[in-house]
Structure formats: structure tokens, C-alpha cells
């Protein structure tokens, strides 16, 4: 290849490998934040009396909690009259349990369990007591809905919800008004999560989106990406437009929920299908392999070598200004769509780019020491989120493939059981910090203004695959 650009990424390198093995009222909770969950040594020793066996104890190591039973961390998760768990206790459990329990047979052990501790089941219940479990409850199951909503698509989540609230509202009238709330937030929520999983769905679904093998060289296209957007700052915010609109539709649970394996669950009859929902976490992907060989096109489209080196120049531009912003995804899609085979084979073309520029780049994303040069600017990003004073100075967007690989690590950790039987609860606090800060950098409203047209053009201009591309060159 021409001008001495190594091969060391591609899709069909880094990113299909990476991605195989994943798809083979007391106080209203408040916005889920990195920092706001994790910001203590541990958690609380407290758990309210229980009786215990020697091997349902939480297991404690210099003030954390490093493993339990199953059953006894659902206990402490457990309000009582006088206990609420700890919020990054909440986040944690809830989504790394779904590795033994599903969120359905979770809701109805905790359920059952308040039910039975708070004697609810009664002809006559303790109004004074009531009164202090019944806020508790409603904040567990508000954060619940508010943090994994799509839980609650599940009819049999709603059915317990509803069943809990029922005991508890004839004995204060506020309860039913909070339960109508709960709802209707959490109905607004997934009516907002259906119609963006559709509109992905016919985006994927459209003809001109498909990748297309060609077998004899295709017709000119009249559009290219220079005649939509020839500004690489302003194509850069229309790319972070995409990522932060897709990014916002995938839960925290799909980043568990795709490597659950049957064999890890607590009753290995449950519905495993139901655990296997990670529709957008798989069509986010899906966009950064087509950003990958939307590059390789229109680089290879033009006739002439001169005007395929200025595609090249202008990708590379378009590259740094999302380096800049903190678009790390759309950088990588960038820099494999021009490490592909077809493109890194036009030695002559390459011999007309200014590659200085380029160079950085690969620099900067270089895999080497498990991409120690990019997790250090990622880590710069991060910081500059933490203390922005603007939407503009917190956007983070994470190259979501190695982003992919290292929670699939941190998910086996979290599967296997220690020799005692107990779950590893030091593993399920770090993927819930892994994820948690996904969560915040996801919450980011983009703030630049839309570009309807370069936005349609990203979404729906025709792209090759590498075999077709190899043929228009």
C-alpha cells in the first residue's frame, strides 16, 4: 500500500472479532451519574435482621462488599422501616443480577419478600409502620423503572409493581396519584425507545442502506459526500448527532444482557430469549460498520486518482475535528474504512495525501498496549466532561467495539461464582462503574444544530461492501 499505511485495523479484523462473542415519596431518585453512584469506599455493613444462615452473609472486606449468596444480597436490597440500600448498591445489583435471575423473577422474590417481612398479606396492616415502608418501596421501584425501563415492557414486571402499590395505597391515598406518575413516566419512556428502535429498524431496512455486492462495475452515482458536505467540522457534528441519538436508545441491561448464558441462571428453565433484548446495542454497531464502508466508497468512487485523494484529505479532517469533539466511535469507523483493503491498495492515490495528519490519527487509536494512546485521551475526555461548563465540552462518545470487549471480560468475571457459590460482587461493582459512566456520557444533549440533509445522506447513500468496493476501484 501506497505511502506506508499499516494494516493493523479493519472490520474485518478488530471489530468482527471483537463483536462475535458478543452476538453468537422520600426523595425522588435523582439523574444516574458516574460520579454521584460510585463516590464512596463501599457499602453499607447495615442489613436489616434477617435469618441468616452462615452462607447467606454478606461478605465484607475493608468496609466493601465482596461477595454473598444470591438470596442475601436480593435481601439487602430489600427496604425496610427503617433501611433503603444505597443507590450504587440499586444500579449495581440490578443490572448485574439479571446474570442468575431474570428482571421479572427478580420483582417477584422482592415482592414476596416485603410482603412477608412487612406482614402486607394481613386482614389488618400497621398504619404507623405503613407510613415509613410504603416511601421506600415506591423510591425502590421508581428508581427501578427510571434507570431500567425496559424491564417494565414485560407485562409480569408491571403485574407486581401494580400488586405492591395496591397493598400499600387504601392506607394513604398519595400512593395511588405517585403509582399514576410511575406509569406515565415510565409509559413516556418506552413509547420514546419503541420509536427510535423503528425508525432504526427502517433505516436498516431500506434498500439503499443494505451492503451490496457487485459483480460488474456499478453506474456513476451522482451524489457524493463532498456535493452534501464539504466542511469536515460541520460533517464531524453531524456524525456526533448520529452517535449520541443511537447511543441514547441502548439500556444499561443490553450491555448484560448479551453475554447471559444459560447455564449461569439460577433456574435454567426461565425464558432465556427474554434475556437476550440487545437490539440496540446491536444497531449501534451495525452503524459503525456502515460509517466504516460509507468511507471506503466514496474514496473508491471517483475516476480519477486526484479527486480520490481529496476524499481521503477530507476524511482525515473530518477524523481530527471528531477526535476534537470526543467522538472517538465515528474516529475509529473513519480510520478502518481507510485501513480496508480497497483503499489502502491504491498506492498511487495515497502518494498525492498529505499523510502527516493521518499519522496522528493511527497514533492515536494505535491498538498497542490494549489502545494505551487512545484510553489515555479517552481518560482526557472524560475529565473535560466531569468539569464542563457545556453540552459542547461533555460529549464523550467511547469506540464502542473495545468499549464492547472490555465489559464482555468484566461479564465473565461477573458469571462465574466463587468456590463457595457466592457471586462475585467486587466484579459486579466494576462493570456497574464501566457502564455507569457509559450511562452519563449517553445523557449528553448534542449540541450542535441538525443537518436534516447530511444527516438523510449518512443514513441512506448507497454503500459497497469490501468485495464490491475492490470492484470499483
Given at each position: 500500500?501506497d505511502?506506508g499505511?499499516p494494516?493493523w485495523?479493519s472490520?474485518?479484523?478488530?471489530?468482527?472479532?471483537?463483536l462475535l462473542s458478543v452476538f453468537?415519596q422520600?426523595?425522588?431518585p435523582?439523574?444516574?451519574?458516574?460520579?454521584?453512584?460510585?463516590?464512596?469506599s463501599g457499602?453499607?455493613?447495615?442489613?436489616h435482621?434477617?435469618?441468616?444462615?452462615?452462607?447467606?452473609?454478606?461478605?465484607?472486606q475493608?468496609?466493601?462488599?465482596?461477595?454473598?449468596s444470591l438470596e442475601?444480597?436480593?435481601?439487602?436490597?430489600?427496604?425496610?422501616?427503617?433501611y433503603y440500600?444505597?443507590?450504587?448498591?440499586?444500579?449495581?445489583?440490578?443490572l448485574?443480577?439479571?446474570?442468575?435471575?431474570e428482571?421479572?423473577?427478580?420483582?417477584?422474590?422482592?415482592?414476596?419478600?416485603?410482603?412477608?417481612?412487612?406482614?402486607l398479606?394481613?386482614?389488618?396492616?400497621?398504619k404507623?409502620?405503613?407510613?415509613k415502608?410504603?416511601?421506600?418501596?415506591?423510591?425502590?421501584?421508581?428508581?427501578?423503572t427510571?434507570t431500567f425501563?425496559?424491564?417494565?415492557?414485560?407485562e409480569?414486571?408491571?403485574g407486581?409493581?401494580k400488586?405492591m402499590?395496591?397493598r400499600?395505597a387504601?392506607?394513604?391515598?398519595?400512593?395511588?396519584?405517585?403509582?399514576?406518575q410511575l406509569?406515565q413516566?415510565l409509559?413516556q419512556?418506552?413509547?420514546?425507545l419503541?420509536?427510535?428502535e423503528?425508525?432504526?429498524?427502517?433505516?436498516?431496512?431500506?434498500?439503499?442502506?443494505?451492503l451490496?455486492?457487485?459483480?460488474?462495475?456499478?453506474?456513476?452515482?451522482?451524489?457524493d459526500?463532498?456535493s452534501?458536505?464539504?466542511?469536515?467540522?460541520?460533517l464531524?457534528?453531524q456524525?456526533t448527532?448520529?452517535?449520541?441519538e443511537?447511543?441514547?436508545?441502548i439500556?444499561?441491561?443490553?450491555?448484560?444482557?448479551?453475554?447471559v448464558r444459560?447455564?449461569?441462571?439460577?433456574?435454567?428453565?426461565?425464558?432465556?430469549s427474554d434475556?437476550?433484548?440487545?437490539?440496540?446495542?446491536?444497531?449501534?454497531?451495525k452503524w459503525f460498520?456502515?460509517?466504516c464502508?460509507?468511507v471506503?466508497t466514496?474514496?473508491?468512487?471517483?475516476a480519477?486518482k486526484k479527486?480520490r485523494?481529496?476524499?481521503?484529505?477530507f476524511?482525515i479532517d473530518?477524523?481530527r475535528?471528531?477526535?476534537?469533539i470526543?467522538?472517538f466511535?465515528s474516529?475509529m469507523?473513519?480510520?478502518?474504512?481507510?485501513?480496508?483493503?480497497?483503499?489502502s491498495?491504491?498506492?498511487?492515490?495515497?502518494?498525492?495525501v498529505?499523510t502527516?495528519?493521518?499519522?496522528?490519527?493511527?497514533?492515536?487509536?494505535?491498538?498497542?498496549?490494549n489502545?494505551y494512546?487512545?484510553?489515555?485521551?479517552?481518560?482526557?475526555a472524560?475529565h473535560?466532561s466531569?468539569?464542563a461548563?457545556?453540552n459542547?465540552?461533555?460529549?464523550?462518545?467511547p469506540?464502542?467495539?473495545?468499549?464492547?470487549?472490555?465489559i464482555?471480560?468484566l461479564?465473565?468475571?461477573c458469571?462465574?461464582?466463587?468456590?463457595?457459590g457466592?457471586?462475585?460482587?467486587?466484579?459486579f461493582?466494576?462493570?456497574?462503574?464501566?457502564?455507569?459512566?457509559?450511562?452519563?456520557?449517553k445523557q449528553?444533549?448534542?449540541?450542535?444544530?441538525?443537518d436534516?440533509?447530511?444527516?438523510?445522506?449518512?443514513?441512506?447513500?448507497?454503500?459497497?461492501?469490501?468485495?464490491?468496493?475492490?470492484?470499483?476501484?
Amino acid at each position: 500500500m501506497d505511502g506506508g499505511i499499516p494494516l493493523w485495523l479493519s472490520v474485518a479484523g478488530v471489530v468482527r472479532e471483537v463483536l462475535l462473542s458478543v452476538f453468537t415519596q422520600e426523595g425522588m431518585p435523582q439523574t444516574l451519574t458516574s460520579t454521584s453512584m460510585f463516590n464512596t469506599s463501599g457499602f453499607s455493613h447495615q442489613l436489616h435482621p434477617t435469618k441468616e444462615t452462615e452462607h447467606e452473609r454478606l461478605i465484607f472486606q475493608d468496609g466493601n462488599l465482596i461477595s454473598a449468596s444470591l438470596e442475601a444480597l436480593i435481601q439487602h436490597l430489600l427496604p425496610t422501616v427503617d433501611y433503603y440500600p444505597e443507590k450504587a448498591y440499586i444500579f449495581t445489583f440490578l443490572l448485574s443480577s439479571r446474570l442468575f435471575i431474570e428482571p421479572h423473577e427478580l420483582l417477584s422474590k422482592v415482592c414476596h419478600m416485603c410482603i412477608e417481612q412487612q406482614s402486607l398479606d394481613e386482614p389488618v396492616l400497621d398504619k404507623a409502620r405503613i407510613k415509613k415502608f410504603g416511601p421506600k418501596i415506591m423510591q425502590l421501584l421508581t428508581e427501578w423503572t427510571e434507570t431500567f425501563p425496559s424491564d417494565f415492557r414485560d407485562e409480569r414486571m408491571i403485574g407486581h409493581l401494580k400488586d405492591m402499590i395496591h397493598r400499600i395505597a387504601p392506607y394513604d391515598e398519595s400512593y395511588w396519584k405517585t403509582m399514576n406518575q410511575l406509569l406515565q413516566t415510565l409509559n413516556q419512556k418506552l413509547a420514546t425507545l419503541n420509536q427510535g428502535e423503528e425508525n432504526t429498524i427502517k433505516v436498516n431496512a431500506s434498500v439503499s442502506d443494505k451492503l451490496v455486492i457487485i459483480k460488474t462495475k456499478p453506474p456513476s452515482i451522482q451524489r457524493d459526500i463532498l456535493s452534501i458536505c464539504n466542511d469536515p467540522y460541520t460533517l464531524a457534528q453531524q456524525l456526533t448527532h448520529i452517535e449520541l441519538e443511537r447511543l441514547s436508545f441502548i439500556g444499561p441491561e443490553e450491555f448484560v444482557q448479551a453475554f447471559v448464558r444459560k447455564d449461569s441462571l439460577d433456574n435454567p428453565k426461565s425464558c432465556f430469549s427474554d434475556q437476550k433484548k440487545t437490539d440496540n446495542l446491536e444497531a449501534y454497531v451495525k452503524w459503525f460498520n456502515r460509517l466504516c464502508y460509507l468511507v471506503a466508497t466514496e474514496i473508491c468512487m471517483p475516476a480519477k486518482k486526484k479527486h480520490r485523494a481529496q476524499v481521503i484529505e477530507f476524511f482525515i479532517d473530518v477524523a481530527r475535528e471528531c477526535f476534537n469533539i470526543g467522538n472517538f466511535n465515528s474516529l475509529m469507523a473513519i480510520i478502518s474504512g481507510m485501513n480496508m483493503s480497497p483503499v489502502s491498495r491504491l498506492k498511487k492515490t495515497w502518494g498525492k495525501v498529505k499523510t502527516a495528519k493521518f499519522f496522528i490519527l493511527e497514533h492515536q487509536m494505535d491498538p498497542t498496549g490494549n489502545f494505551y494512546n487512545y484510553r489515555t485521551a479517552l481518560r482526557g475526555a472524560a475529565h473535560r466532561s466531569l468539569t464542563a461548563h457545556s453540552n459542547r465540552e461533555k460529549i464523550v462518545i467511547p469506540f464502542f467495539s473495545l468499549l464492547i470487549k472490555d465489559i464482555y471480560f468484566l461479564n465473565e468475571g461477573c458469571a462465574n461464582r466463587l468456590p463457595n457459590g457466592h457471586v462475585n460482587f467486587e466484579k459486579f461493582l466494576e462493570l456497574a462503574k464501566q457502564v455507569g459512566e457509559f450511562m452519563m456520557w449517553k445523557q449528553v444533549s448534542c449540541p450542535f444544530e441538525d443537518d436534516k440533509n447530511i444527516i438523510h445522506y449518512l443514513h441512506t447513500a448507497p454503500v459497497f461492501s469490501e468485495d464490491g468496493t475492490l470492484l470499483i476501484c
